[in-house]
Nanobody, 116 residues
Framework: QVQLVESGGGLVQAGGSLRLSCTASGGTFNTGTMGWFRQVPGKEREFVAFIGWSGRNTLYADSVKGRFTISLDTAKNTVALQMNNLEPEDAAVYYC?????????WGQGTQVTVSS
């Protein structure tokens, strides 16, 4: 059973930075994609970024392009999301996601709060 554990959320002022990490355990690695989604109360979960397991292919939501960077450490089965120049609109619960032939998996979420 795949388990995803996120860390790195917290409170930051607008314009600041945070780095989220997600470590995967169980299952089969080196396949599929890993990514980040976010959700605020009353809204649907939205896509933020994903990266292919090769580390060469990435995709970002337009709202975070140029500010967020997703990266992969295959040796540690960890995906990170470096978030710079944070805006109040980025405040949300961020969820790690893994998609492979085994299925779709989610972490428990980590809260990011951005003060203006």
């Amino acid at each position: 059973q795949v388990q995803l554990v996120e860390s790195g959320g917290g409170l930051v002022q607008a314009g600041g930075s945070l780095r989220l990490s997600c470590t995967a355990s169980g299952g089969t690695f080196n396949t599929g994609t890993m990514g980040w989604f976010r959700q605020v109360p009353g809204k649907e979960r939205e896509f933020v970024a994903f990266i292919g397991w090769s580390g060469r292919n990435t995709l970002y939501a337009d709202s975070v392009k140029g500010r967020f960077t997703i990266s992969l450490d295959t040796a540690k089965n960890t995906v990170a999301l470096q978030m710079n120049n944070l805006e109040p609109e980025d405040a949300a619960v961020y969820y790690c996601n893994k998609v492979s032939t085994e299925g779709t998996y989610w972490g428990q979420g980590t809260q990011v709060t951005v003060s203006s």
